[in-house]
């Protein structure tokens, strides 16, 4: 117990620790068998049996780069090239200058280009680029690079 000013406060009944700890004896408040009477739950627990666990939940990955964040490549349509200039090549650090993809997620898992919309400019493509989207860079005169 503790005193401030005229109010007292009760400290917390501590569980499993004995008859001292004012929750009476055998159980300690922890209740008869299972895991919570036992000893500390493990992080991976969660409740009930009807939900899957977390682990069970996520897809199997093997190997070396298990634990690091898989992902697929930004996707950038020609419809938003358009906010390049004219002539310019069309790389990692002109679209991030832009603004079109963000610098941290688009250097960690890349970029590509697909051909939805219609193009109105030339440019100088320097990244990955689907068939489609080459054919019309090529027809409005644009080159890969």
Known sequence: MTKIGRVVLKSKKRVGRGYGSGKGG?????????????????IIFEGVKIKKSL?????????????????????VNLK????????????????IKYKI?????????????LGEG?????FKIALPISKSALEKVKKIGGSLT
């Open 80 to 95: 938003h090239l358009d906010l390049l200039p004219s002539d310019s090549v069309v790389n990692l650090e002109n679209l």
């Open 118 to 122: 219609e193009l109105k400019k030339k």
């Open 101 to 113: 993809v963000d610098a941290k997620d688009a250097k960690r898992v890349g970029v590509k280009i």
């Open 26 to 42: 055998h159980t300690s408040g922890r209740g008869q068998k299972g895991q919570k009477a036992r000893s500390k739950i493990g």
């Open 55 to 75: 682990l069970i939940r996520l897809p199997l990955k093997r190997g070396k780069g298990k634990f690091k964040p898989s992902g697929k490549p930004i996707i």
